[in-house]
């Protein structure tokens, strides 16, 4: 189903598994609805286009709690629809900054342009009534970014620390040599990879869904190993899928140089040191 809002903005929706939905954008940013017994989590926000509550308040009457896997604006924008919201404390620097100039007319139509901000941290429990959503800190992409794992549907919902297509390594809000943020991403994804049974499904936030987790864990530690070490096999072409970062009109031009790596279903983009 396709909804479009008065601003002639697109959501689409599909339900993935009982009282679980995924969301989309124009952006294929990937939003995911939690619906619990006593409330339901919304999982990010998208970009702020359209009126996100209304299209998630038809598809549940029940109150809904939003929390964002990090604090990059396509998972932030929509925020500003809530009185608050929920994200982990690296994320709130960069939460309310959009990545381009929307104009005042962004914040107009919103009902709550400063929206109150509480605080999620590791290993924290979400209760939605006969489901609860554990919360895991996994930052390298981000500081801030958290995944959640659903007791019900045993997914795991990783925002953008492991995808598809691509894992960005440069978009910090402090950007450390690559082989520190590898070494990051490396004990998150050793970290996933221990509670495997308490998953069976990865929802990342881009790019294709879902992912199977073995494989991609296993190839996403190998590719952090070999970048840590230095034998990653570098392609200067960075471009992707769902990831244009050679072209004139990119957002991701102003980081200049940037790197490919990859091995079997893992990609990771990054900034090489100089
Ligand atoms: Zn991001």
């Known amino acids: 189903m396709i909804n479009q809002d008065s601003g002639g903005y697109f959501f689409g929706k599909w339900q993935i598994a009982e009282d679980t939905w995924c969301i989309t954008n124009r952006w294929s940013n990937f939003m995911y609805l939690l619906i619990g017994k006593e409330k339901a989590l919304l999982i990010d926000s998208g970009t702020g286009e359209g009126n996100i509550r209304k299209f998630v308040e038809e598809i549940t009457d029940k109150p809904i709690m939003v929390a964002n896997t990090h604090g990059h604006f396509d998972y932030t924008g929509g925020n500003f629809w809530w009185k608050e919201v929920w994200m982990h404390k690296e994320a709130v620097e960069c939460a309310r900054n959009a990545f381009v100039d929307w104009?005042?007319?962004f914040l107009?139509?919103?009902?709550?342009p400063e929206y109150g901000i509480n605080l999620l941290k590791d290993c924290d429990i979400i209760?939605?009534?006969e489901r609860s959503v554990k919360v895991l800190?996994?930052?390298?992409?981000?500081?801030?970014?958290?995944?959640?794992?659903?007791s019900k549907t045993k997914g795991l919902f990783s925002g953008d620390e492991l995808e598809s297509g691509q894992v960005l390594l440069f978009v910090r809000n402090e950007?450390?040599?690559?082989?520190?943020?590898?070494?990051a991403h490396r004990t998150n994804m050793e970290r996933l990879k221990s509670m495997r049974d308490e998953f069976d499904y990865i929802w990342p936030a881009h790019n294709g869904v879902p992912l199977l987790?073995?494989?991609?864990?296993n190839d996403f530690i190998e590719l952090d190993t070999q970048i840590i070490e230095g034998r990653d096999?570098?392609?200067?072409?960075?471009?992707?899928?769902?990831?244009?970062?050679?072209?004139e009109d990119s957002p991701f031009a102003e980081f200049g140089k940037l790197i490919r790596s990859s091995?079997?279903?893992?990609?990771i983009v990054y900034k090489p040191e100089e």
């Open 103 to 105: 104009g005042p007319e």
């Open 108 to 112: 107009e139509d919103k009902d709550y």
């Open 127 to 129: 209760e939605l009534g």
């Open 137 to 150: 800190s996994i930052p390298a992409h981000n500081e801030g970014s958290i995944a959640f794992i659903d």
């Open 175 to 183: 950007n450390l040599p690559i082989r520190e943020v590898a070494k």
């Open 213 to 217: 987790p073995d494989r991609y864990l």
């Open 233 to 247: 096999n570098k392609n200067e072409n960075a471009n992707g899928f769902g990831f244009g970062a050679n072209t």
């Open 263 to 267: 091995y079997g279903v893992a990609s």
